[in-house]
């Protein structure tokens, strides 16, 4: 299976273990973002997975570049030039102390790029899916028309589309995501997004929910859903459910709507979360993966949990984990045991 994704790489200092932002002398460097992980999680799984964007010309794109082409992934359609890479600053938090990301992302390579930039239709050729997230758009009017070019092109080209949500709200209001995400949705297949995500992003709100306080309503989330798919005609609407008791210990479940049914999955205790950025990416690529490979809803989502709930373990914003590792613990093996 062919799958592009769509959106930005960025450079990630990481503040070493536990430690704050005053108290750090050195950073630790990985790359990651959300399509990016996206399509590294689908070339660990055995697909054709092809990451399109703009990094700049030198040393830090290529090194950028590299981390993605030495786990399989495509960069054929990476173009080159402008004025920087992105970057953003992590401290890891622990017990009740949340974890913070600071952007330093202003005039990043993809942000300021042209449509001109990208051949759409030599891009989706032979394609089957396309991803993209809410994150890409954030970015500017530039990013925005490159988006939605994308879209149109996928569409022609009869490529299946995915949107995981994902609200940034130091990139852009609600107000403005709303306005742009609207115009995105008629060409989307299949959403993904979190309460927030929807709220922020489409307007809608799972009833009963509160985050905060860990308290999740099923029920409420099916009826968002099936609002959600009636108004945009999705094929279906998926979301993870995290159950934040700390910022080291997570409930971590997820549930999915299409062809009028609903699929929730087992539930996992994550404690303790070794590094929880880009458990959402890894949540969506198994989504990918389950819908493609699967084709049933049940063992989609399964493995998407699966999947992500394994991310947590692992450090950096990518999910090293082959096909399968995720299969034994969606199958049941959560033990944990020492492999010889």
Same mark, same amino acid.
């Given at each position: 299976?062919?799958?592009?994704?769509?959106?930005?790489?960025?450079?990630?200092?990481?503040?070493?273990?536990?430690?704050?932002?005053?108290?750090?002398?050195?950073?630790?460097?990985?790359?990651?973002?959300?399509?990016?992980?996206?399509?590294?999680?689908?070339?660990?799984?055995?697909?054709?997975?092809?990451?399109?964007?703009?990094?700049?010309?030198?040393?830090?794109?290529?090194?950028?570049?590299?981390?993605?082409?030495?786990?399989?992934?495509?960069?054929?359609?990476?173009?080159?030039?402008?004025?920087?890479?992105?970057?953003? +600053?992590?401290?890891?938090?622990? %017990?009740? =102390?949340? *974890?913070?990301?600071?952007?330093?992302?202003?005039? $990043?390579? @993809?942000?300021?790029?042209?449509?001109?930039?990208?051949?759409?239709?030599?891009?989706?050729?032979?394609?089957?899916?396309?991803?993209?997230?809410?994150?890409?758009?954030?970015?500017?009017?530039?990013?925005?028309?490159?988006?939605?070019?994308?879209?149109?092109?996928?569409?022609?080209?009869?490529?299946?589309?995915?949107?995981?949500?994902?609200?940034?709200?130091?990139?852009?209001?609600?107000?403005?995501?709303?306005?742009?995400?609207?115009?995105?949705?008629?060409?989307?297949?299949?959403?993904?997004?979190?309460?927030?995500?929807?709220?922020?992003?489409?307007?809608?709100?799972?009833?009963?929910?509160?985050?905060?306080?860990?308290?999740?309503?099923?029920?409420?989330?099916?009826?968002?859903?099936?609002?959600?798919?009636?108004?945009?005609? +999705?094929?279906?609407?998926?979301? %993870?459910? =995290?159950? *934040?008791?700390?910022?080291?210990?997570?409930?971590? $479940?997820? @549930?999915?709507?299409?062809?009028?049914?609903?699929?929730?999955?087992?539930?996992?205790?994550?404690?303790?979360?070794?590094?929880?950025?880009?458990?959402?990416?890894?949540?969506?690529?198994?989504?990918?993966?389950?819908?493609?490979?699967?084709?049933?809803?049940?063992?989609?989502?399964?493995?998407?949990?699966?999947?992500?709930?394994?991310?947590?373990?692992?450090?950096?914003?990518?999910?090293?984990?082959?096909?399968?590792?995720?299969?034994?613990?969606?199958?049941?093996?959560?033990?944990?045991?020492?492999?010889?």
């Amino acid at each position: 299976m062919k799958i592009v994704t769509l959106g930005e790489i960025m450079m990630r200092l990481s503040t070493p273990g536990f430690t704050r932002f005053v108290q750090a002398n050195t950073f630790d460097v990985n790359y990651g973002g959300g399509e990016a992980n996206v399509a590294l999680s689908l070339a660990n799984y055995g697909d054709e997975a092809y990451f399109v964007s703009k990094v700049p010309t030198g040393e830090i794109g290529d090194s950028a570049v590299n981390e993605l082409r030495r786990y399989g992934v495509h960069t054929d359609y990476v173009a080159r030039g402008g004025e920087r890479l992105g970057i953003y +600053f992590l401290e890891t938090g622990d %017990s009740m =102390r949340p *974890s913070k990301v600071i952007y330093d992302r202003a005039h $990043s390579s @993809i942000s300021e790029a042209d449509e001109s930039d990208f051949n759409w239709d030599e891009i989706f050729k032979g394609a089957d899916w396309f991803h993209f997230t809410g994150i890409t758009p954030a970015l500017g009017k530039k990013a925005q028309a490159i988006c939605f070019a994308a879209l149109k092109a996928a569409k022609a080209h009869n490529v299946t589309v995915s949107c995981d949500l994902n609200f940034r709200k130091k990139l852009w209001t609600s107000e403005e995501a709303q306005k742009v995400m609207n115009t995105y949705m008629p060409y989307v297949d299949y959403v993904i997004g979190n309460e927030e995500d929807a709220e922020k992003c489409l307007g809608f709100k799972p009833e009963g929910t509160d985050v905060t306080s860990g308290k999740l309503d099923i029920n409420g989330y099916k009826k968002m859903f099936e609002q959600m798919v009636e108004k945009y005609h +999705f094929k279906g609407a998926c979301a %993870s459910l =995290r159950e *934040s008791h700390s910022a080291t210990a997570n409930g971590w $479940s997820g @549930i999915f709507y299409t062809d009028g049914k609903f699929y929730q999955s087992k539930h996992y205790e994550i404690n303790p979360i070794v590094d929880r950025v880009g458990g959402g990416d890894s949540f969506a690529a198994g989504l990918i993966y389950g819908i493609m490979h699967y084709k049933e809803g049940q063992k989609a989502i399964e493995f998407a949990v699966a999947a992500s709930a394994l991310k947590h373990t692992i450090p950096g914003d990518l999910n090293h984990v082959s096909l399968s590792e995720v299969e034994t613990l969606m199958n049941g093996d959560a033990s944990g045991r020492v492999q010889r």
